[in-house]
C-alpha cells in the first residue's frame, strides 16, 4: 500500500515547469483529482530557485548518499538542504514517505523520459503503464548502490525528465506532459492501492547508461569544438561507429570510435559544468512480474 | 570608410555562440579571411560568463545611454563595465571604433535577426545585403534617442540575434549560421570599402516594436500562467486580434484584444526577470538609398 506521496519539484532551480505544476496544485487543490494515498507538495530548493540557478554550492541531485547524508563534514548550501529534506521526507532507509515523483526537464528533446534506480515489479509495471498511455515515452535506468538522487530517500520513486525546454523558461507544451505523466502516476497509485492494475506488457525495454561522452577540450581544458549538428536532437536513438559526433572550431571532425549505443541528454544544457555531450546507454529488455 | 570594427562576444554572458566565435577566431586567426578594416576581437563580460549568467548586477545592453556613462553615482559591476568598454571602444560620441558587431542568441526561435538603430543608407543596405543572402532573416528596428544598446558607442552598428538554444549551451547550427552571418557583414564591409556594393533591393521591410505584453500575474505578483501553445514559437508571425495567448493555471485562456501585430522574443527565457511574454511590432516597408 503506497500511503504518503510526495511530488517534489524544483530540485532543480530553474527547471521551473516542476515548480509550477506544485504552485497550480496549491492553488487549485481540486486540480490534484481525487486519491486513495497523502499526496504532500514539496518544493526542493527555494535559494536556488530565486537565484534561477540548478544549484548554488553542489547539484541536490547528486547529494543524497547515505555516506554523505551522515557526514557532519560537508558544507555549503545543498549538502545542509540534503539532510533537512531527508529529515522532512525520510529518513532514507526507514522513510515515511512511501513514493517520490520528482520533476525535471532537459533542454534536449528527451520527450518523457522517466528515470528509475530499481527494477523491481512495481517500478517496471509504473514505467509500462505511463508508456502504454502516452507517446514518445523512454525509461532509463540508472541503478547503482546507494543512490545519489533525491528521490532515493523514499522505497519507490521515479523522475520525470521532460524536454526540450530552456532553463528558467515555462513552456505550455512541456508542462502539459508533465501534468499528464503525473496524472497517470496516481491513477496508477490509485488502482495499485485497489489491487485493480490492469494487465502489465509482458516485457518493456529500458536505456541503461554504461558510458558519457566529453566535449573535446584543448590543452587549456577550454571547449575545443562542438556536438556535431548530425547528432544534436537526436535524443534516444541509435549512435553508430564511424558517425562524426564533434565538429572542432579548427573544421575537423571527431569521429565515434565505440560500440553502437543510445544516446541521450545531447549537448544538455545543464551539463557544460563538467563538459559532458552525452550520455550513452544499451537497450535491455526486461520482462515484466 | 569603415577603418575600424569590433566583433563583440558575450555582452550577455550566458550566450555562448558569439563568445566561442571570438575563441575560434583567436585561436585560427586564418579563418577570420582578408579585410581591408582593422578588426578586434572583444569580449564584453567576462565576469558574466564566468558565472554563466546574462549579468551580474544590471543588463549590460541596456548601460549605454550618454546619461549613465556619465552618471558617477551608478555602481555594480556593469556600469563600471559599461564606463570601461566605452573608453575601450569609444567613447560614444567620438568613437575610434567606426563599427561594432554585437552578437546574441535567444532561447526562441528567430531565425536570424539583425537589430538596427537607424536606418540610414548603410544601415538598410547592410541589412538588406544579408538578408538576400541567407535564410529566414529578418530585420528590427529599435530607435530611439540616446540608445541603451553596447554597440551604440559606435556610429555604424548591428546586432546579431539568432535562436532557438538554450542559455548556457552551444548549438552547431546556430554558431555555423552567427558566423555566416558575420562573415557576409565582412564580406559588406569590404564591398563598402571598395566602393563596390552591389544594387541593393527597392526596399526592405522592417519590424519595429511599439509594444510588449506581459505574462498574466496573480494579486501577489507571481506568474499565473503560460504562454499559450498555440502562440509559442511561433516567432515573427502574425498575432490576430481574437486569439489565445496565455492558459491560465486555473484552465481559462486568455485572449489578445488589440491590432493585429507581430511578435518575437515568444516565451524568452531571458525575458522573466521583468515577466515578458513577447515583443510586438508593425511591419513597415523602408525604402533605400
Do not use: W
Not at 120 to 132: P, S
Not at 138 to 147: A, G, Q, R, V
Not at 245 to 265: A, M, P, Q
Request: aromatic share 10%; with cysteine.
Amino acid at each position: 500500500m503506497i500511503n504518503q506521496v510526495a511530488l517534489v519539484g524544483g530540485t532543480h532551480g530553474n527547471e521551473l515547469t516542476g515548480i509550477y505544476l506544485l504552485h497550480k496544485y496549491r492553488q487549485y487543490p481540486k486540480l490534484i483529482g481525487n486519491n486513495n494515498f497523502e499526496l504532500e507538495l514539496f518544493l526542493a530548493n527555494e535559494k536556488a530557485l530565486k537565484a534561477n540557478k540548478r544549484y548554488l554550492d553542489r547539484d541536490l541531485n547528486r547529494s543524497f548518499k547515505l555516506t554523505d547524508l551522515s557526514d557532519d563534514s560537508l558544507f555549503g548550501h545543498e549538502n545542509e538542504l540534503a539532510k533537512d529534506i531527508n529529515q522532512k521526507l525520510g529518513p532514507k532507509g526507514g522513510s515515511r514517505t512511501d513514493m517520490i515523483i520528482d520533476l525535471h526537464t532537459s533542454t534536449a528533446p528527451m520527450g518523457i523520459n522517466l528515470v528509475l534506480t530499481k527494477t523491481d515489479t512495481f517500478h517496471l509495471m509504473l514505467a509500462d503503464f505511463v508508456q502504454q498511455r502516452m507517446d514518445n515515452v523512454s525509461i532509463t535506468l540508472e541503478k547503482m548502490p546507494d543512490h545519489h538522487f533525491l528521490m532515493s530517500v523514499a522505497p519507490q520513486h521515479v523522475l520525470v525528465e521532460i524536454g526540450a525546454t530552456a532553463q528558467g523558461q515555462l513552456r505550455q507544451d512541456v508542462f502539459d506532459k508533465t501534468e499528464e505523466t503525473v496524472q497517470l502516476i496516481f491513477k496508477f497509485l490509485n488502482l495499485y492501492n485497489n489491487h485493480q492494475l490492469p494487465q502489465p506488457s509482458e516485457s518493456i525495454d529500458i536505456y541503461q547508461y554504461f558510458d558519457v561522452m566529453f566535449l573535446p577540450t584543448d590543452l587549456n581544458g577550454d571547449i575545443a569544438g562542438m556536438v556535431h549538428h548530425g547528432v544534436q536532437d537526436r535524443d534516444f536513438s541509435l549512435l553508430k561507429n564511424g558517425e562524426p559526433i564533434f565538429t572542432l572550431f579548427n573544421g575537423d571532425e571527431v569521429i565515434y570510435d565505440g560500440e553502437d549505443c543510445y544516446i541521450s541528454f545531447i549537448n544538455e544544457a545543464a551539463y557544460y559544468d563538467d563538459k559532458k555531450a552525452f550520455a550513452m546507454s544499451r537497450k535491455k529488455t526486461f520482462h515484466i512480474g
